[in-house]
């Protein structure tokens, strides 16, 4: 048998899968923390439930990482604390993120965060490890679909210019 042909769990993680998971991990805390604060300004309940299903996505894959990494002995990133809930006509109109800002914000996250998935799997050499952020992907996607249908229905969309085709007219 080759050099890591093993059980992927007994593996050694390279330098590379160490550092994406832990920046993963520490962006993902981070991201929840922000997630948590737009919560307060989102006064569209449509939205409301995205959000509180990217803060529960994100919580699930944070344990997974969190065991991940404490299995192989690697220091997990701080956790930022958590935020109190507000209400939103507490926050002064000119303050407040509108719902279509936060929108684009879980939409840009998203793109970002499959970009990342992309990546890691990418540099894994452990299979679970390249699974795990597979999976991780698939749920991504399956959240982005979401938040773009709801960017649709809400009216939310701001698209580039649209291409015409000219020669048609010609």
Known sequence: MGILSGNPTEEPMH???????????????????????????????????????AIDLSNLQMQEMETLLKENGVGLPPTPPERPKADLEDIPTGARAMDNEIAATLSADVAAGLITCSTIIGQCIREDIATMFGQFHTQKATFASKVLRLIKEKGWLVPPPLHQNKTAEQ
């Open 15 to 53: 330098y590379g899968e160490v550092y994406g998971v832990w920046s993963a991990l520490h962006a993902k805390k981070a991201m929840v923390v922000g997630y948590q604060t737009l919560r307060n300004h989102a006064g569209d309940q449509d939205l409301v439930k995205l959000i509180d299903e």
